[in-house]
């Protein structure tokens, strides 16, 4: 079956680097679309990047230009977030997500890492 | 960016009632809308795609329609796991936004 396991949070101070990992199985891995999405303590969701199937092309929030790379590696069945120059507002959940729409850009998101914790604090 | 508002931003409602949440988008999406439910501490799950396709698993009570700007999520007949937040999305346009949620309440 589908999964996707994060891994690489944790605590960062200001300013920090980190780099979180999502590691697929259960389908063909290059047909789809995959995007990082965040929640803040007791807040909604925030689309953070999101990139292609094959070619690898990248969207951003405005938020995150600039700081954050998001790359991707089909041989590995691996997504990857790096994350530089942190701030507070950073701190949340973040979630790797799959589109559900095979080589296409998706309409929805349809499985879900179990989310990893980033918090950024002095 | 697109702005996508949802209302009522919570709602309290008993077993077996019917429910519906309206997202209103700042700009014409056609259909590019998903519709997700979340709970505490977990991942969100993907109910609706393309505005009023049922994701694979979901129960028929879950419904989607509209087009354009105007679109709505209905349960026809609360059941207990139906108690939990509900988010819109939009992918017509980067960046993808999220509705602020809306927060389904046992009464």
């Known amino acids: 079956q589908v999964q996707l396991v994060e891994s690489g949070g944790g605590l960062v101070k200001p300013g920090g680097s980190l780099r979180l990992s999502c590691a697929a199985s259960g389908f063909t891995f290059s047909d789809y679309y995959m995007t990082w999405i965040r929640q803040a303590p007791g807040k909604g969701l925030e689309f953070v990047s999101l990139i292609t199937h094959s070619e690898g092309n990248v969207r951003y929030a405005d938020s995150v230009k600039g700081r954050f790379t998001m790359s991707r590696d089909n041989t590995k069945y691996s997504v990857y977030l790096q994350m530089n120059s942190l701030r507070a507002v950073d701190t949340g959940v973040y979630f790797c997500?799959?589109?559900?729409?095979?080589?296409?850009?998706?309409?929805?998101?349809?499985?879900w890492g179990q989310g990893n914790l980033v918090t950024v604090f002095s | 960016d697109i702005q996508m508002t949802q209302s009522p931003s919570s709602v309290s409602a008993s077993e077996g009632d019917r429910v519906t949440i309206t997202c209103r988008a700042s700009?014409?999406?056609?259909?590019?809308l998903a519709w997700y439910q979340q709970k505490p501490g977990k991942a969100p799950k993907l109910l609706i795609y393309?505005?009023?396709s049922l994701q694979s698993g979901v129960p028929s009570r879950f419904s989607g329609s509209g087009s354009g700007t105007e679109f709505t999520l209905t349960i026809s007949s609360l059941q207990p796991d139906d108690f939990a937040t509900y988010y819109c999305q939009q992918s017509h346009s980067f960046p993808i936004t999220f509705g602020q949620g809306t927060r389904l309440e046992i009464k």
């Open positions: 997500a799959r589109g559900r729409d095979r080589h296409l850009p998706p309409r929805g998101f349809d499985y």
């Open positions: 393309a505005a009023s």
């Open positions: 700009q014409n999406i056609n259909n590019w």
